[in-house]
């Protein structure tokens, strides 16, 4: 059994190549299991994936820290592969709860997890800079103690909630990296040139979005401007759910079974 320490050594090597892997995002123990067994190195949770499954709200904490933990947890146990957690805000304000997240983090075996500077709320959605900025130094402080190589990344949430500011984008993401983020993440950027913009302005690995939204960019395309790391945030359980509705939708409308020949 490979040792979370293992792990996460394994997980920082994969970053420091800076060859644009690609980490799969899993929801439960199934797509844990069905996305190894087809190759990928690492994985990643997702927040709004877990949602999803539990018929609740992502990103406005109906999904509390226990579960997003013990969801991480059977990911973790269900494959040998390196698993970094989504663990949004860190499910606190104040620095000293995402360090506790952290600590949490590292003792389900988890090789790496991201802290974000996104809020929960509405009218208020971004923490201001150099709160999110503290909060992050407290998890790199937490995760670099802890002896087990774990990797943090740090999220710009501006362009998930109507802030298209790239300029404020990369401060945060230069300032994350100065407090101690191992990876860099600002989800929902438009285009390949935002995204080159992000990985010539910053010098830490940069993981890029991809998914239902994202601009229609491959691996190759990421790899040549600089990407690390590439991961699809819940696209791949808002796939699977689509599918089965797009069944169940038929056989109620129809009245037959045929759409599974297809």
């Given at each position: 059994?490979?040792?979370?320490t293992?792990?996460a050594?394994?997980?920082?090597r994969?970053?420091e190549?800076?060859?644009?892997?690609?980490?799969?995002?899993?929801?439960?123990?199934g797509?844990?299991?069905?996305?190894?067994?087809?190759g990928?190195?690492?994985?990643?949770?997702?927040?709004?994936?877990?949602?999803?499954s539990?018929?609740?709200?992502?990103?406005v904490?109906?999904?509390?820290?226990?579960e997003?933990?013990?969801?991480?947890?059977a990911?973790?146990r269900?494959?040998?592969l390196?698993v970094?957690?989504?663990?949004?805000?860190?499910?606190?304000?104040?620095?000293?709860?995402c360090?506790?997240?952290?600590?949490?983090?590292?003792?389900i075996?988890?090789?790496?997890?991201?802290?974000e500077?996104a809020t929960?709320?509405?009218?208020?959605?971004?923490?201001?800079?150099?709160?999110?900025?503290?909060r992050?130094?407290?998890?790199?402080?937490?995760a670099?103690?802890?002896?087990?190589?774990f990797?943090?990344?740090?999220?710009?949430?501006?362009?998930?909630?109507?802030?298209?500011d790239?300029d404020?984008?990369?401060?945060?993401?230069?300032a994350?990296?100065?407090?101690g983020?191992?990876?860099?993440?600002a989800?929902?950027l438009p285009?390949?040139?935002?995204?080159k913009?992000?990985?010539?302005?910053v010098?830490?690995?940069?993981?890029?979005?991809?998914?239902?939204?994202a601009?229609p960019l491959s691996?190759a395309d990421?790899?040549?401007?600089g990407?690390?790391r590439?991961?699809?945030?819940?696209?791949?359980a808002?796939?699977?759910?689509?599918?089965?509705?797009?069944?169940a939708?038929?056989?109620?409308?129809?009245g037959?079974?045929?759409?599974?020949?297809?």
């Amino acid at each position: 059994m490979t040792t979370q320490t293992e792990k996460a050594a394994l997980f920082r090597r994969m970053h420091e190549e800076r060859r644009a892997f690609v980490m799969a995002n899993a929801w439960d123990i199934g797509s844990a299991r069905q996305l190894t067994a087809l190759g990928f190195e690492a994985l990643g949770t997702t927040s709004a994936g877990l949602a999803l499954s539990l018929g609740l709200r992502d990103g406005v904490g109906e999904v509390g820290r226990d579960e997003t933990l013990a969801n991480a947890h059977a990911i973790v146990r269900a494959t040998h592969l390196p698993v970094s957690a989504d663990l949004e805000n860190g499910f606190a304000d104040d620095p000293a709860g995402c360090a506790a997240t952290i600590h949490a983090a590292i003792d389900i075996g988890l090789a790496g997890g991201s802290i974000e500077d996104a809020t929960g709320r509405p009218d208020d959605p971004i923490y201001p800079f150099e709160l999110a900025v503290a909060r992050v130094r407290a998890a790199a402080e937490e995760a670099h103690s802890s002896g087990s190589d774990f990797v943090l990344t740090a999220r710009a949430e501006n362009f998930l909630h109507g802030r298209p500011d790239l300029d404020d984008t990369i401060a945060r993401l230069n300032a994350f990296a100065e407090a101690g983020a191992d990876v860099l993440y600002a989800p929902g950027l438009p285009d390949l040139r935002s995204i080159k913009a992000v990985c010539e302005a910053v010098d830490k690995p940069v993981n890029v979005l991809m998914g239902l939204d994202a601009p229609p960019l491959s691996v190759a395309d990421l790899a040549a401007i600089g990407v690390a790391r590439i991961s699809m945030g819940s696209a791949l359980a808002r796939t699977a759910e689509a599918a089965m509705v797009h069944a169940a939708s038929w056989i109620r409308e129809r009245g037959t079974f045929v759409y599974f020949r297809h």
